[in-house]
């Protein structure tokens, strides 16, 4: 079965430059979530998205924007990148009106800040 | 906002054993709790789930029990195994009509012992 699609796998950047994490959803699925994971933690939720619209946001500093387009793939962009940004980063997707709610993850972004 | 506890933080049991790991909720209109397993930078993978309008589920050597006027669920694991040793999460939604985030617990790092 499809699974959740992130790109790149790893990503290594210097202070202040930008970044863009994609994310490709499960066929079918009409919501993306992104969560960040620093060394040794839980996933922290930044923010989601439901048929292209914004449904949440969470604790997602104001240097990370992020959008769901047409084909339900979404990006995450961060910009002046910050040492304290480097953890892995995960999309997670799931699909209203089946088993609602059940998010799948897929690989995640390592993303290194020097 | 919901906040999640969850203990013990590491664990480590006898190989063939029983683990018992416990989380608790804060905010009552939570209806849905995964358990995802995760392993050394992978990503997290769900294992089991409950809804609040169930008390207790089972899958071969894994359940979860839920206890909504405590606010309180746990995961059991019997007859352990090497592969089971690995970060649980525990995680809480409020899956009304879907695209809600997860909160996550701590996490409990399960070590099996051969």
């Known amino acids: 079965a499809a699974g959740v699609i992130q790109s790149p796998r790893h990503l290594i950047k210097e202070k202040r430059e930008t970044a863009t994490l994609k994310c490709y959803p499960i066929p079918r699925h009409d919501t993306v979530y992104w969560y960040q994971q620093g060394p040794g933690q839980d996933p922290q939720f930044l923010i989601s998205f439901y048929e292209k619209m914004q449904s949440d946001k969470g604790s997602i500093p104001d240097r990370f924007s992020a959008q769901q387009f047409s084909d339900y793939h979404s990006e995450l962009n961060m910009s002046s990148l910050e040492l304290g940004d480097s953890a892995l980063y995960f999309c997670a997707s799931s699909s209203t009106g089946t088993v609602a709610d059940t998010q799948y993850f897929g690989p995640g972004t390592r993303l290194t800040v020097l | 906002g919901e906040n999640v506890e969850q203990h013990p933080s590491t664990l480590s049991v006898q190989e063939g054993d029983s683990a018992v790991i416990k989380c608790t909720y804060s905010?009552?209109?939570?209806?849905?709790f995964p358990w995802y397993k995760q392993e050394l930078g992978k990503r997290p993978q769900l294992i089991i789930d409950?809804?609040?309008?169930?008390g207790e589920k089972k899958d071969q050597r894994i359940a979860v029990t839920l206890n909504k006027t405590a606010k309180h669920f746990s995961l059991h694991i019997t007859e352990t195994q090497p592969e089971d040793s690995a970060v649980y999460f525990c995680?809480?939604?409020?899956?009304?009509?879907?695209?809600?985030?997860?909160?996550f617990g701590t996490g409990t790092r399960l070590t099996i012992i051969p």
């Open positions: 995680a809480a939604s409020k899956a009304n009509f879907g695209n809600e985030k997860l909160t």
């Open positions: 409950i809804r609040s309008n169930v």
């Open positions: 905010d009552s209109a939570s209806n849905y």
